[in-house]
């Protein structure tokens, strides 16, 4: 394994708290988690109550299964669960013969991995410096005066890796960049709405959907609608079905990500902040740079905040403001009359 040029004291010390549980073969460590996990299932649907809703082993505690599904290329189905790794709070996420562990600390990710043959565990680090850019389009991702029943459909996201990330895994992408954020979502922020999350990977034409200067998110956009038939896209169909192509470079110039505001479409670099992803989403579910905020001088900074200060981390979380903008948005869809901006990802001070 390699790691990261920049391996900090907090990584450190992060990666020799989980070496007990890393040393474990992974194949225990999975019939292990898989065994508090049944636990768990029948402790909270007992006849006559509700039941239990917290599974602890040495190393590892589940608290609570979230209404995640996630569908992984190959047609790999997942589930999500939060808890703890060795006292830390962390987000589990298990399928097909692995097992990840996502922990964050300071607004980065330390993930730990395992499978059925073998334990791994990588600290997670990534920071890029981007510049502030504006843009705006009057074309929308649904038809003007569109409306639809806001329970016709259940949130979902689609993650299509670009072929320029062939180096990296939708598994690897998922718990660096997704967990944290799926997690926050099933707990906090739309508790009782259904989540589903897939990975694309090698779509002929789709994933390899050229980028990198300002029309990028109107090709994306385009390549979408014209391949809806072959891939079977809600693109124009619904306001809950969200599609964001994970890039390994900046997807224009100044910019680590880009979305259409209470659109459809985004484009993440994983070149960005550990918010990338969230903030391009938060986007397209009607959450602003406006109502971001700060948390502290010294503290951190709420995934929508239009800029990041290096020394401040992220405070992995939505403002108050906008939770109750994206709470409106699922109930409500997008304005169907007002044009829809191109809004850019955080930049740098």
């Known amino acids: 394994m390699i ?15 989980l070496q007990p549980m890393a040393a474990s073969a992974g194949s225990s460590m999975l019939e292990r988690f898989d065994e508090e996990v049944g636990r768990l299932d029948m402790e909270a649907r007992p006849p006559g109550g509700p039941g239990r809703q917290t599974r602890s082993a040495a190393d590892f505690r589940i608290d609570r299964r979230l209404d995640v599904r996630l569908d992984f290329p190959g047609d790999v189905p997942g589930r999500m669960y939060s808890g703890a790794v060795h006292g830390e709070e962390a987000v589990f996420t298990r399928a097909g013969d692995f097992l990840d562990a996502t922990v ?12 059925a043959s073998t334990a791994e565990r990588g600290p997670v680090s990534a920071v890029s410096a981007t510049t502030h850019a504006a843009y705006r389009r009057s074309a929308r991702s649904i038809g003007p005066g569109h409306a639809e029943d806001p329970g016709a459909y259940t949130l979902q996201v689609h993650f299509l890796k670009h072929d320029d990330l062939y180096d990296r895994s939708a598994r ?13 979502m099933a707990r906090r922020v739309l508790p009782v709405e259904p989540l589903r999350v897939s990975y694309i990977e090698r779509a002929p034409m789709l994933t390899s959907v050229p980028y990198g200067d300002a029309g990028s998110l109107d090709t994306f956009e385009a390549t979408l609608k014209a391949l809806r038939y072959v891939y079977g896209t809600h693109v124009d169909q619904t306001y809950k079905h969200k599609y964001v192509l994970l890039t390994a470079r900046p997807p224009m110039p100044g910019t680590t990500g880009v979305a259409f505001e209470g659109g459809n479409e985004a484009i993440a670099s994983v070149s960005g902040r550990t918010r990338i992803v969230a903030h391009e989403i938060g ?14 001088w010294w503290g951190c ?36 009359v007002a044009p829809r901006k191109m809004v850019d990802g955080p930049d740098t001070d």
């Open 3 to 17: 790691l990261p040029n920049r391996v900090t004291a907090t990584t450190l010390l992060v990666v020799a708290a």
């Open 283 to 296: 986007h397209m579910l009607g959450a602003t740079h406006a109502d971001a905020e700060t948390r502290g």
């Open 104 to 115: 964050m600390r300071d607004g980065e990710a330390e993930i730990m991995s395992f499978d």
């Open 301 to 336: 900074e709420t995934n929508m905040l239009s800029h990041f200060v290096r020394w401040r981390s992220d405070c992995l979380q939505y403002s108050a403001a906008n939770e109750r903008a994206m709470r409106s948005y699922m109930r409500h869809g997008p304005d169907a």
């Open 172 to 184: 690897e992408l998922h718990a660096r960049y997704v967990a944290w954020w799926l997690a926050d």
